[in-house]
């Protein structure tokens, strides 16, 4: 299993807001290491879509947003369409394993 | 236009050796820590190594130590992984990205390339 949490799966209706969560420890995320979204379309390479717990990435839409408390993170979209209806994989750094961790990523479903 | 692109993947038999590049352009590669990440269709992604930006340091996950190499060519800016004792569980496309720390000093993934995908099988 992933060093981060995620849930495997979220949905929501469109224009209503979902958060998905992102777990970890006190080797990554709870010891004060940044986390970092990404956003993979079907059959595309991941895009960055937050970065450092809260910042977008010029031309990311203000619908997304990050935050970050203790060992955990989250990622909220509101205003939800069809378009955002993809995997979403959080990532941070782990000192115990000395290297970059993904959560095991989560799938929204927009209905 | 600013990108990466991979090649190298295909098909090899357990036990095999496979060279995977990462060409970029328009950008100044040098700057830049790169890493590998690689994904199982399917599945989730993985992080593999990474590489610092004049490849004195590099840094490798658990399951790939002592038989994945990283390295890179800021002549030629193209970034490598020499994989060697190959096994099944190594299928994936292996995507390269570029470190953002660079720029903002945050370890965050800003540039994919689309990726290419290695088979492990006989």
């Known amino acids: 299993q992933s060093v981060l949490t995620q849930p495997p799966s979220v949905s929501g209706a469109p224009g209503q807001r979902v958060t998905i969560s992102c777990t970890g420890s006190?080797?990554?995320?709870?010891?004060?290491?940044?986390v970092h979204w990404y956003q993979q379309l079907p059959g595309t390479a991941p895009k960055l879509l937050i970065y450092a717990d809260n910042n977008r990435p010029s031309g990311v839409p203000d619908r997304f947003s990050g935050s970050r408390s203790g060992t955990s993170a989250s990622l909220a979209i509101t205003g939800l369409q069809a378009e955002d209806e993809a995997d979403y994989y959080c990532q941070s750094y782990d000192t115990s394993l000395s290297g970059s961790v993904f959560g095991g990523g989560t799938k929204l479903t927009v209905l | 236009e600013v990108q990466l692109v991979e090649s190298g993947g295909g098909l090899v038999q357990p036990g095999g050796s496979l060279r995977l590049s990462c060409a970029a352009s328009g950008f100044a590669f040098s700057s830049y820590w790169m890493h590998w990440v690689r994904q199982v269709p399917g599945k989730g992604l993985v992080w593999v190594s990474r590489?610092?930006?004049?490849?004195?340091?590099?840094t490798s996950a658990d399951s790939v130590k002592g038989r994945y190499t990283t390295s890179r060519d800021n002549a030629k800016n193209t970034l490598y992984l020499q994989m060697n004792s190959l096994r099944a569980e190594d299928t994936a496309v292996y995507y390269c990205?570029?470190?953002?720390?660079?720029?903002?000093?945050?370890?965050?993934?800003?540039?994919w390339g689309r990726g290419t995908m290695v088979t492990v099988s006989s």
């Open positions: 006190s080797s990554n995320i709870g010891i004060g290491y940044y």
């Open positions: 990205t570029r470190d953002m720390r660079a720029t903002l000093g945050y370890d965050a993934f800003d540039m």
């Open positions: 590489i610092n930006s004049d490849g004195s340091s590099t």
